[in-house]
């Protein structure tokens, strides 16, 4: 059990460490090269679509509004979001996608789709299950260890 603990520890440990540097890697293309990792994730979490409330997407990411306002106001100024106030309430601020904003979502989610088809591939049926349980006690781990950091 010694030796199963340590081989899983290292390869958590190299695993997020490769994860966030080959994805910087594969994603900061020379169409994207004024892009930073934190700034593609931003875009994910605002996703496609109308557009999003500053709030929501500062929840999706775990930050403070304040801090995504000064990740937003980058983003707006390399024309990769575009802001809009609501006409019902002028405190809320609307957030969307340009065209090049959807481009580098699309490029971040081709990423991902590589990335989690490149698993599968190695896995027969009767593993998938596995592996799903697996990630899923480790996503339990990362929500509780985050919500026992918070109090």
């Known amino acids: 059990m010694e030796q199963a603990y340590m081989t899983i520890n290292n390869i958590l440990v190299n695993l997020i460490n490769e994860i966030w540097e ?3 890697k594969a994603i900061i293309t020379d169409e994207f ?5 934190n700034d593609m994730h931003v875009i994910e979490a605002v996703g496609t679509g109308d557009g999003r409330n500053m709030s929501s997407i500062a929840r999706k990411l775990n930050i403070t509004v304040g801090s995504l306002t000064t990740a937003m106001n980058s983003l707006v100024n390399k024309k990769y979001v575009e802001r809009r106030r609501s006409e019902e309430d002028r405190r809320v601020v609307f957030v969307r996608l340009t065209a090049k904003g959807v481009r580098a979502y699309r490029h971040h989610e081709d990423y ?3 990335m989690t088809q490149a698993v599968l591939d190695k896995l027969d049926e009767a593993e998938v299950p596995v592996l799903l349980k ?3 006690a480790l996503s ?3 929500a509780g260890y985050s919500k026992k950091k918070e109090s």
Request: no cysteine.
């Open 134 to 136: 697996t990630l899923d």
């Open 22 to 24: 080959l994805e910087e």
């Open 33 to 37: 090269r004024d892009l930073t990792n």
């Open 140 to 142: 339990d781990f990362f």
């Open 112 to 114: 991902h789709r590589q």
